[in-house]
């Protein structure tokens, strides 16, 4: 037994010197399950999706509209554009054209144009429009499902409004007020009540169709015809989705999944690789070069550019992979996906020596990097859309690799944007890249590793 | 030459000249200094004071192109052991300028001179530690330095390899390969070396030929015996003769200048102290090194 104990007592001690483990066995899983806690809503009163800005064209003046907007406004899934941003308090307010340029833009994803003719002159019911970049389908579903929620709760009152409209169309006004009035008294008279307030509510459409509220399923597409539910409301609201971008996309699941899974296993193969100095530290190979006509920053650089190599090969495979399997359309749009490539691997891979440059050992690195990438890519959106999180875990994501890198695929193979339209989203990674390389080098010239 | 780490003087005002052709040899205890003192003469650190030449260039670390002059063999196998023999030995000689047909020819030369011609295609990972010692050495060779650093290159070699390593070195060294070759072995440095110097706590203590050298020792013969009641009465009738150290366990006997060592047997004689209890020992390179740098254990 006591041999037993010794043995037991040898591992404890090995497993709490080794903090790469440690890392491993308990701060990894405990910063995911934060990450997924708050994905799920556990422990927050406002569970769902959070800070989707949403672009709202009011064309309409009719004040049922106003209505339609402030309740898409109350809901805290959305933050609602409804100016042309940087043009001051008396900002215009926003034009369809607006709306899908933002979308074009990448600047937003959903938007909901309330057309002048709301209440529909042709028919009983009212008509809207969304558009929407559907580049998550998760995201996307969830958004629309908010957005049918919030118009269909405001819908009875516009649609007692289009049947007076529609009655005062067949019978004229005069006719339709003196029918209001008659139908009120009678109602009073028979059931008791104001008959005043009686027949407001008549002529304002308030026929208590409130028991009508509920979602219908949607359909993306450009066309205009009804969306195709069986809820009692289909044939009265004519949503009209229009896809802004990525219509063109044939394999729409598996365009927008690779990039993710490949980001993550790049960001763990070039740590792994710059974890590999302190192989070459500790088996004399950096003497050996540093004895040679060889610089550090020879050093340094070479391994940079072979991780950046190895992320533009990497990434490039997996799509390939992706192709192969799922049909992704890679060729399309190559030579800006390459370009894309080559900056997220070589922010990652600046990730990565920075990661070995403030870091004793080689295990130390592969346990730091495996909470940084773990990490990183729930945040980052690779796993799940980050508006599936709180905002402040939102803006945290901005400062990640692959968030941007994300969005760099997304660009490429979901909006098939041009070079230039690009160039933003591959600064940010090369300025990222340019901060974290000059950070690790600095660090690496006061760090022992050269020594 | 004066190198700091912190609070502690690797190197206290070191200063050698060697020259070319000779085969230096630098003996001393782990930590003494000598790593560090290889590591300024290689460009790898700079020293906090003093300068470095090499046929009259400085040597320093941000002139990279004078460390094409020198090759070194560091103390552990800095070798990429995925790779083949043949490929480490490309890259090392690439980085030196070498191409091509020139660079081949190198290689064949190297592999040979190291007896591993035929495992160039296999990856060092297979090699038994001699061989990648040996190939330890002829990555340092590719280039044809004028000076070569051996950083103890035979730790744990065994004997047949560490053989054909010290061959191959003298047949360099005989060649006009200077060699600074860092060891704490005696027998290394007494075979290989013609200079030895003794360095401990960063400073030069000995410099010299091995004659020169062992010539420092304040004596030239020493006797121990076993502390026991056979040789009890012969310790104190010593003192005449030359200096005697006691331990618990064991005398130590020095004659003095000009003392002839018969009389010490006569007396040994005289006490019926059995000869096969005297260990007498010649003055050697590990009694003056340990004499120079005590018996107290390093770290």
Redesign the interface.
């Known amino acids: 037994m006591r041999i037993l104990l010794t043995l037991v007592r040898k591992d404890c001690a090995n497993f709490l010197r080794d903090k790469a483990t440690l890392s491993i066995t308990f701060l990894v899983p405990i910063a995911l399950i934060y990450i997924f806690g708050q994905v799920f809503g556990i422990n927050r009163k406002d569970s769902g999706p959070s800070g989707i800005q949403l672009a709202v064209v009011n064309e309409s003046r009719d004040p049922a509209a106003q209505k339609l907007v402030e309740a898409l406004a109350a809901e805290k899934a959305f933050r609602l554009v409804t100016t042309r941003a940087g043009a001051g308090p008396a900002a215009p307010p926003l034009t369809e054209q607006d709306a899908q340029a933002l979308i074009l833009d990448n600047q937003l994803r959903f938007g909901v144009i309330i057309p002048r003719d709301l209440i529909r002159e042709d028919a009983i019911g009212v008509r809207l429009k969304i558009l929407s970049n559907p580049r998550n389908e998760i995201e996307a579903q969830m958004v629309h499902g908010l957005l049918q929620k919030a118009i269909y709760s405001s819908v009875p009152e516009l649609l007692g409004r289009s049947l007076i409209e529609r009655a005062r169309q067949s019978v004229g006004g005069a006719r339709m007020d003196r029918f209001a009035e008659a139908l009120a008294t009678s109602i009073t008279n028979t059931f008791g009540g104001d008959r005043d307030a009686i027949q407001r509510r008549i002529e304002s459409g308030d026929f208590g169709l409130s028991f009508l509220q509920r979602p219908a399923a949607t359909r993306t597409g450009t066309n205009s015809e009804p969306s195709g539910s069986t809820s009692p409301l289909a044939g009265l609201v004519g949503i009209e989705t229009q896809q802004v971008v990525g219509q063109q996309v044939k394999r729409p699941e598996a365009t927008r999944v690779v990039g993710g899974w490949a980001m993550m296993f790049l960001l763990f193969a070039v740590s792994g690789s710059a974890a590999a100095f302190f192989d070459e530290k500790k088996t004399g190979i950096f003497q050996r070069l540093l004895a040679a006509p060889v610089r550090r920053a020879h050093i340094l650089w070479s391994r940079f550019l072979f991780g950046t190599l190895l992320g533009l090969v990497q990434l490039t495979a997996l799509f390939f992979a992706g192709r192969v399997m799922y049909g992704v359309d890679i060729f399309g749009n190559f030579w800006n996906l390459a370009v894309v490539c080559i900056a997220a691997g070589a922010a990652s891979t600046s990730l990565g020596m920075l990661i070995v440059s403030f870091t004793p050992t080689s295990a130390a690195a592969q346990g730091v990097a495996t909470f940084v990438v773990l990490t990183m890519s729930a945040c980052g959106g690779a796993w799940f859309p980050i508006s599936f999180m709180p905002e402040f875990m939102q803006q945290f994501a901005k400062f990640t690799i692959v968030y941007w890198a994300m969005e760099g695929f997304s660009q490429v193979l979901w909006a098939g944007q041009s070079f230039v339209q690009i160039l933003p989203t591959v600064g940010v990674l090369a300025g990222i890249t340019a901060g974290v390389m000059a950070i690790a080098i600095w660090r690496f010239n006061r760090g022992r590793l050269f020594e | 030459m004066t190198k700091r780490f912190g609070g502690l003087t690797a190197l206290d005002g070191v200063s050698l000249d060697i020259a070319r052709g000779e085969f230096f040899g630098l003996l001393g205890p782990n930590g003494a200094g000598k790593s560090t003192l290889m590591?300024l003469i290689?460009?790898?650190?700079a020293p906090d004071s003093g300068t470095m030449t090499l046929d009259g260039a400085p040597l320093s670390v941000a002139k990279?192109?004078t460390?094409?002059a020198?090759?070194?063999v560091?103390?552990?196998?800095?070798?990429?052991?995925e790779l083949s023999a043949e490929q480490n030995l490309k890259i090392?000689g690439a980085?030196?300028?070498l191409r091509g047909a020139a660079l081949g020819a190198r290689i064949d030369e190297a592999l040979a001179a190291v007896q591993l011609a035929d495992r160039r295609h296999d990856p060092v990972k297979q090699f038994s530690g001699g061989m990648q010692r040996r190939l330890n050495l002829a990555?340092?060779l590719l280039h044809r330095p004028k000076l070569l650093?051996c950083d103890e290159p035979t730790v744990g070699v065994d004997p047949q390899s560490r053989n054909a390593i010290f061959d191959f070195l003298e047949r360099l060294n005989r060649e006009g390969l200077t060699v600074i070759y860092s060891t704490h072995y005696m027998e290394e440095a007494t075979r290989l070396c013609s200079r030895i110097g003794i360095i401990d706590h960063g400073k030069i203590l000995a410099f010299g030929t091995l004659d020169e050298l062992l010539a420092q020792l304040p004596f030239e013969d020493e006797i121990t015996f076993p502390a026991t009641e056979v040789t009890a009465g012969l310790a104190p009738r010593l003192a005449a003769l030359g200096s005697v150290s006691s331990s618990r366990d064991l005398h130590r006997f020095r004659p003095h200048a000009g003392t002839r060592m018969s009389e010490f047997y006569a007396l040994a004689e005289q006490h019926a102290v059995p000869p096969r209890l005297l260990a007498h020992e010649r003055p050697t390179l590990e009694a003056l090194f340990l004499h120079l740098t005590g018996r107290t254990l390093r770290d």
């Not at chain 2, 290689?42 to 650190?45: P, V």
């Not at chain 2, 560091?74 to 052991?81: G, R």
């Open positions: 590591s290689a460009g790898l650190r990279v192109d460390r094409k020198l090759g070194l560091p103390q552990s196998v800095a070798l990429y052991e090392f980085l030196y300028g990555a340092a650093l």
